[in-house]
C-alpha cells in the first residue's frame, strides 16, 4: 500500500512544472485567459544594446515550433512582457512597436487599427511591470498592464500582426523569437 501511495505522489509532484526563473523573474508555466488555460510555448530576454529590457514569453494552446507556424496558428495565444529595466518611456515602446510593425507587416503600419493599438500605451514600464498581450484566435486583441485593463480591439490581421513583431521574418530580437519558440 505504502508503494503505491508513495508512486502516486511521484506521478503527482512530476505532474506539477514549477515556474522556471530568467533575468529574476519567475515564468509561470501556465496561465488562464478567458477561461481557457494556456500553455508556456517558450521565453526569452528582449536586450537592446545589450540591456536586458523585458523577459518575453508566449503562452498558446498547443505547441508552436516556428514562426510562420505560430503566425497560421487559429488558436488563442498571451505574449507577457516582464519589465528587468529600470524604466521604459512610453515613447520607447510605440516606437518599437511601430519599428516591428514597419519591418514585418508594412501594410498595417499606419492604419486605424494600428493607431488605436499604440494608443493603450500611455504609461512608462518599470522593473516589475508585467504587459499581457492576449491574441484570441477569433482576432481580439487585449492589453494589461499589471492586470489593469489597457484596452481591446478586434482586428485579426492586427493580432497576426503583433505576433510577427516577435516570430516574423524580421523580429525585434532574435534570440527572444527562439526563446519563445522552445528552443
Do not use: C, W
Not at 38 to 61: C, D, E, H, P, Q
Not at 107 to 135: N, P, Q, Y
Amino acid at each position: 500500500m505504502r508503494v503505491i501511495l508513495a508512486l502516486i505522489l511521484v506521478v503527482l509532484v512530476a505532474g506539477t512544472a514549477p515556474a522556471k526563473e530568467i533575468a529574476g523573474v519567475k515564468v509561470a508555466p501556465q496561465v488562464t485567459v478567458n477561461s481557457e488555460t494556456l500553455t508556456l510555448n517558450g521565453s526569452g530576454i528582449r536586450k537592446k544594446f545589450f540591456v536586458k529590457v523585458y523577459v518575453g514569453s508566449l503562452y498558446s494552446a498547443r505547441r508552436l515550433t516556428s514562426g510562420p507556424e505560430a503566425l497560421h496558428d487559429t488558436g488563442d495565444k498571451l505574449i507577457r512582457m516582464a519589465f528587468v529595466y529600470p524604466k521604459v518611456e512610453k515613447e520607447k515602446i510605440v516606437e518599437a512597436f511601430e519599428e516591428g510593425f514597419g519591418n514585418n507587416t508594412p501594410e498595417i503600419t499606419g492604419t486605424a487599427e494600428v493607431k488605436k493599438f499604440l494608443s493603450f500605451f500611455t504609461m512608462d514600464f518599470k522593473a516589475g511591470d508585467e504587459v499581457d498581450i492576449f491574441l484570441g484566435g477569433d482576432g481580439t486583441v487585449t492589453a494589461k498592464h499589471n492586470g489593469k485593463l489597457l484596452g481591446t480591439l478586434v482586428s485579426r490581421p492586427l493580432a497576426t500582426a503583433i505576433l510577427a513583431i516577435y516570430l516574423g521574418e524580421k523580429p525585434a530580437d532574435a534570440n527572444l523569437k527562439k526563446g519563445m519558440l522552445g528552443k
